[in-house]
């Protein structure tokens, strides 16, 4: 038996709009009855904070970091799309929903996206209220440009730091809540547990970072806005300390976990350098605008890139795919990257790269122009690579940067367990197979600002009067124990292995079996070597230190456990799922013109596990996806 | 080509807030000089948890320089030799073999240790909290190019929104003033048309928090040379000049009453 959807009835242009009248309010004075716990504070997490807070509910908000304006939100550099038109060029929310859908491969939910592209043109409105810095023309208006998966021009930004602008945009609506004693931070803690009561969430159980204490909190509701598992690949875009552990604990808890088989892989990442390597660093999507792709014909082609004559260069995107270029969709970009590079025509030290050349552009529109647009990033790639972009072509590979499955959500953002939702990438909603370009930040706020302030209510409103569950109940005793015994457990191992070993195999395995392309064989491999490896894990670990003080080891091994159950189960998910779509491809299920060929006979459905207990496999449930908008057709960008 | 490095590390240890402290000495050898420096430290902490001994914990997180978490004095300069970059930022090829690095955390009394390298930077956050935004509550706000606002205009308020919050700017000043960081929020604000209501509000709130925390700003000009978005010390005289403009601009608001 599935849970409900909740998507509303009506046509699609008028279901956000009807559901927001029919669903339930809290009316304002008793909206202070009511207490949210909101973890994470990127885009969602802190959006959603500040709006709850200002509609006047107590909002109690928890990160590992030592600060919220830190969260990976901070890190996104290229864009957010809106369907403003402000260009002209034919943009509408029609379109934007349209897009969205396609380029997720058709394994979104349509009345979700909808919604989204409704929502996005508020974003913009509000965020340029709160004075974030947007790029803008000499008239004074913004200006746009354009992203991978699109034919106009609707991506807003400033400079290469969109990410960070719009964090501290809602950062600071947040902190002014804070101020105004609406919003309590919990900083440096970690969620470790979601407390249920009779199906309930009612709370959840969190570490304190620093002094090592173990607490409990209640909740009439709480909101996971915990970001993606991108750092399963070990390898990633990801910050260091993002994580699957809050949603894992969520899963283990009753909630879905939806689609984790659908990771994308960025196209343009400065490829891996060494053994030593902690993580991947992106240049943003938004430099192939200007700059383009290229490898040598010649496999064994040794001079420097600015002497190889143009015929001797393979455009290998323009040439596929002259409509789109070297604009085309982030999936399509990464796995033809790999094929070249597959055939031994990749460059650099190890020939894992392709070339990102800007020669073009800097000729065509002078140096100053392209600075201007990309210096801080021109200015990242030389620090890690000692290499001139300006005067040496960048060198780049796909890797891990997002991940578009999460936790199942309802049209409310609730996941199966009522009372506890989830918004931004840590859930599954919006992208479906593959996420377009400014399509994250777009979605974060969209989530926080706009969607969770008014489904929340329909949640808390008939609870008008109940007090939030005592921490004295055994449901809070029993949740607590549980974190100190794996606390515990950790701590007393004494094995010969730290947690960065094991996460870094498990990294090499997830990379080579789920990556950018899957097969049965290797899959069927995989789900035997992780758990090899989770065993090892179980019984070799040690974690230096003490509990009672900041330890990140500590933290770690709990972080790599949950990537361990999580990495099953994308292979299984990756299995299951006999078609190619998006960010998951099965090398079995192709075109001719080795492009993803996607079964929608059979899988035009959201696959969401449910836990069935430890070493259990997890039980499969399928929300078909009715496309009442969007026709189903090979998706083509040539 | 790739180089490694041999170095001589002597680090700031301590177990927590009300501990003494000491620098310890660490060899560490065959450093790929590719490495960033914060790649050095894992790798000398995998080597101090092979031998059984507690890892070294120093604060990072995403490693491209905008998260701000990371920071640590490297013989004596914030964020270390390379001008306009962050800890994490900073690559060991800026070092020569045999060299001896001095590791330690932030020093102001306004950011006290939590442990080793990892310093409690939250009166940073305070300081946001007192103005360091617009009053704009989510809702239909009005069309964005509704507001046109001068290409110079946006850029000065970029430039200064660009601001990390790593707390370099404290770390590096004699006085450990905060002035840099306030500055670059106050003039992110108070130039655009967004934040004019509150501008006098705004400059006033922030600087009185500021100065409940931090020591007064002499124009040493440290705090620039060692932020890694090289916000400018120009800044710092916007600040001074709005928050003299707030006692009288404030005043006469009150009197209009």
């Known amino acids: 038996m599935f849970a409900d959807s909740k998507i509303p009835e009506g046509p699609m242009a008028d279901k956000w709009n009807n559901h927001k009248f029919s669903i339930k309010l809290v009316n304002p004075a008793n909206k202070r009855k009511f207490r949210i716990a909101i973890v994470g504070s990127g885009l969602a997490g802190a959006s959603a904070a500040a709006t709850l807070g200002e509609l006047g509910y107590n909002v109690d908000l928890f990160t590992f970091h030592d600060s919220p304006r830190r969260a990976h939100s901070i890190a996104a550099q290229g864009g957010i799309n809106a369907a403003k038109n402000y260009r002209n060029d034919g943009d509408s929310v029609y379109r934007l929903f349209y897009d969205t859908v396609k380029g997720g491969d058709y394994r979104s939910r349509e009345s979700n996206v909808h919604r989204l592209a409704e929502v996005s043109v508020n974003i913009i409105d509000q965020m340029a209220a709160q004075g974030v810095p947007f790029a803008r023309e000499y008239g004074g208006l913004l200006d746009n440009r354009s992203f991978g998966g699109a034919q106009v021009s609707r991506t807003f930004y400033a400079r290469g730091q969109t990410g960070q602008q719009l964090l501290l945009g809602a950062y600071q609506q947040m902190m002014r809540q804070v101020a105004e004693g609406k919003v309590n931070l919990y900083t440096s803690t970690e969620m470790l547990d979601v407390v249920t009561k009779d199906g309930e969430a009612v709370g959840i159980v969190y570490r304190d970072l620093v002094t090592g204490e173990i607490r409990s909190h209640s909740a009439h509701a709480v909101v996971l806005a915990t970001g993606g598992y991108g750092n399963v690949f070990y390898l990633s875009t990801n910050a260091m300390a993002c994580n699957v552990t809050a949603a894992w604990r969520a899963h283990r808890k009753g909630a879905y976990f939806a689609n984790p088989c659908y990771t994308q892989i960025h196209p343009t990442c400065i490829p891996v350098a060494d053994e030593f390597q902690s993580k991947l660093t992106l240049m943003s999507e938004s430099l192939r605008n200007d700059g383009r792709i290229w490898v040598p014909r010649n496999p064994d082609e040794n001079r420097a890139p600015a002497s190889i004559p143009e015929a001797d260069r393979y455009y290998y995107l323009e040439e596929k795919y002259p409509a789109f270029g070297n604009l085309v969709p982030r999936d399509v970009a990464s796995r033809n990257a790999k094929t070249v590079v597959d055939k031994g025509q990749g460059i650099g030290p190890l020939k894992n790269g392709v070339y990102l050349d800007f020669s073009e552009a800097i000729n065509r529109d002078g140096r100053d122009v392209i600075e201007a647009k990309y210096s801080n990033l021109f200015q990242m790639y030389e620090r890690i690579t000692a290499e001139d972009p300006y005067t040496v072509p960048m060198r780049i590979y796909p890797a891990s940067h997002y991940t578009m499955g999460g936790l199942w959500v309802d049209y409310n953002l609730m996941t199966t367990i009522p009372g506890l939702y989830s918004a931004g990438e840590a859930n599954f909603s919006d992208h479906g197979a593959n996420r377009l370009g400014a399509s994250a930040l777009m979605q974060g706020l969209a989530d926080g600002y706009f969607v969770l302030p008014y489904t929340i209510g329909d949640y808390l409103a008939p609870k008008l009067g109940q007090d939030p569950v005592s921490t004295d109940d055994p449901a809070f005793t029993t949740a607590v124990r549980g974190v100190q015994d794996q606390v515990d457990q950790f701590m007393s191992m004494g094995g010969t292995r730290s947690p960065d070993y094991f996460h870094r195999e498990l990294g090499k395995l997830v990379w080579d079996n789920i990556g950018m392309a899957r097969n049965r064989e290797g899959l069927e491999k995989v789900v035997g070597e992780i758990r090899a490896l989770r065993d090892e894990f179980w019984t070799d670990l040690r974690v230096p230190g003490n509990s009672e003080s900041l330890n990140s080891s500590l933290e770690k091994a709990g972080r790599v456990a949950d990537f361990f159950e999580l990495g099953e189960l994308m292979a299984r998910d990756a299995l299951d799922r006999e078609e190619s779509c998006g960010g998951h491809f099965r090398e079995e299920y192709q075109t001719p013109e080795g492009e993803a060929q996607r079964d929608d006979e059979n899988f035009a459905h959201v696959s969401a596990w449910e836990w069935q207990g430890p070493d259990q496999p997890q039980s499969l449930h399928k929300e078909p996806l009715a496309f009442e908008e969007v026709k189903l057709t090979q998706r083509s960008y040539k | ?257």
């Open chain 2, 1 to 257: 080509m790739s180089q490694s490095l041999n170095l001589k590390l002597k680090v700031w240890r301590q177990d927590g807030p009300s501990s003494t402290g000491t620098f310890v000495d660490y060899d560490v050898q065959n450093i790929p000089d590719d490495a960033s420096f914060l790649e050095m430290l894992d790798i000398l902490n995998e080597q101090l948890l092979e031998k059984g001994e507690v890892p070294i914990e120093f604060p990072h997180d995403c490693r491209e320089g905008i998260c701000g978490t990371c920071g640590v004095m490297i013989n004596g300069r914030a964020h270390g030799p390379e001008h306009g970059t962050a800890t994490c930022q900073l690559h060991m090829r800026k070092f020569s073999n045999g060299d001896t690095i001095v590791v330690e955390p932030w020093k102001a009394r306004a950011f006290p240790i939590v442990k080793d390298l990892v310093v409690d930077r939250s009166p940073l956050d305070q300081i946001i909290a007192a103005g360091g935004f617009v009053t704009a509550p989510t809702g239909t706000a009005a069309d964005a190019n509704e507001t046109p606002i001068p290409k110079e205009v946006a850029d000065s308020a970029m430039d200064a929104a660009a601001c990390i919050g790593c707390g370099a700017c404290v770390a590096a000043c004699p006085n450990s003033a905060a002035q840099l960081f306030t500055s670059a929020k106050v003039w992110h604000l108070n130039s655009l048309p967004q934040g004019q209501p509150e501008r006098f509000r705004r400059v006033e709130a922030m600087v009185d928090t500021m100065e409940q925390f931090f020591g007064s700003c002499t124009n040493h000009g440290e705090c620039t040379e060692a932020c890694p978005k090289e916000i400018p010390q120009d800044f710092i005289a916007y600040l001074n000049r709005d928050y003299m403009k707030s006692k009288v601009a404030n005043r006469r608001l009150a009197s209009q009453r």
